[in-house]
């Protein structure tokens, strides 16, 4: 893969790393897991927020990981994923596979089935998209990877949103902003 070099020729600007993610907490987003099966057969998941569609021909979707996550490598060796859109009574989940653990399918085994290339597939989310590895692009400290769905579903549940650190369901997280008048 390539990626681009600064289109400006500008040196980077350093930022505050914390006030920076504060200020990207400002955009609500939807709630996602994505999942896959590493090479050795371990099944890998974990909650993202950086999910975004790309394309309707073909049907191309994206999601970033950072690099230097302990579950990078099965992703970015995969030929396949599945991205769900969690729903608002997912939250729990949510925050399960956000956490680095030895085995995080263990508290969850009856939640999933099989999906494309075996990898675990939720029963029931907001939708779900089976993927597979369409490109790829390292950026920074993350790499951006973009499938190719082959396969989909999507229900009438309520989605799982995520806005300045908090989640819930749209009236949740509402409810938590200041109104201004």
């Given at each position: ?11 980077p ?10 200020a ?146 749209v ?11």
């Amino acid at each position: 893969m390539y990626s681009w070099s600064y289109i400006t020729g500008d040196v980077p600007l350093s930022v505050d790393a914390s006030r920076f993610r504060r200020a990207l907490g400002s955009f609500p987003t939807g709630v996602c897991l994505v999942t896959t099966v590493g090479p050795d057969g371990k099944r890998e998941g974990m909650t993202i927020n950086s999910f975004a569609s790309v394309s309707l021909t073909p049907p191309l979707v994206l999601w970033s990981i950072r690099d230097d996550t302990r579950s990078a490598e099965a992703f970015l060796t995969s030929r396949s994923y599945i991205i769900s859109i969690l729903a608002s009574d997912q939250k729990e989940m949510a925050s399960h596979f956000a956490k680095p653990a030895l085995d995080k399918f263990a508290a969850y085994e009856d939640a999933f089935t099989l999906g494309i290339g075996g990898c675990p597939k939720l029963r029931h989310s907001a939708a779900t998209f089976e993927c597979s590895s369409y490109s790829r692009y390292q950026e920074g400290d993350h790499t951006i990877l973009v499938g190719r769905v082959d396969a989909f579903t999507n229900s009438e549940s309520t989605p799982l949103l995520f806005h300045s650190g908090q989640m819930g369901s749209v009236w949740e997280v509402a409810e938590k902003i200041p109104h201004q008048a």
